[in-house]
């Protein structure tokens, strides 16, 4: 019975964070959703990338760093590659990303906001 008020005191706290988690709710401080690729997350975003990326434009393993702005209406602007290895890769994820379609902007306090999402990509030696 001495167990009880303890594992009351260890669950309460975890209740509580599921509540905040979901994928639609509103955040601490925020108020703020964040932006969906095709009704869903960065997953779909990542399936989207992998199809249309041509993957023999990488020359070398390496990591990249892409950054864009995901602006009130959706849009994908203020491309930039902030670490690329070399040209021709990052010349390809440009590319892609300006054939981007639409995402549904983040939001907070019900308003369409703008956000800057930086996506890495690691390529891997082939054998």
Request: hydrophobic letters at 40%; charged letters at 30%; glycine letters at 8%.
């Amino acid at each position: 019975m001495k167990l009880m008020p303890l594992l009351l005191f260890m669950l309460l706290p975890m209740a509580a964070l599921s509540q905040i988690q979901g994928e639609d709710e509103v955040y601490l401080k925020g108020d703020r959703i964040e932006a969906k690729f095709n009704g869903g997350g960065i997953d779909e975003f990542t399936d989207f990338i992998h199809k249309e990326f041509d993957y023999t434009k990488v020359t070398k393993p390496g990591k990249m760093v892409g950054a864009f702005t995901v602006d009130v209406d959706g849009s994908v602007k203020n491309i930039k590659i902030i670490e690329f290895f070399d040209v021709e890769s990052a010349t390809e994820f440009i590319r892609v990303l300006k054939k981007c379609p639409k995402w549904e902007p983040a939001k907070r306090n019900g308003k369409a906001i703008s956000i800057e999402i930086k996506y890495p990509m690691v390529f891997k030696k082939r054998n």
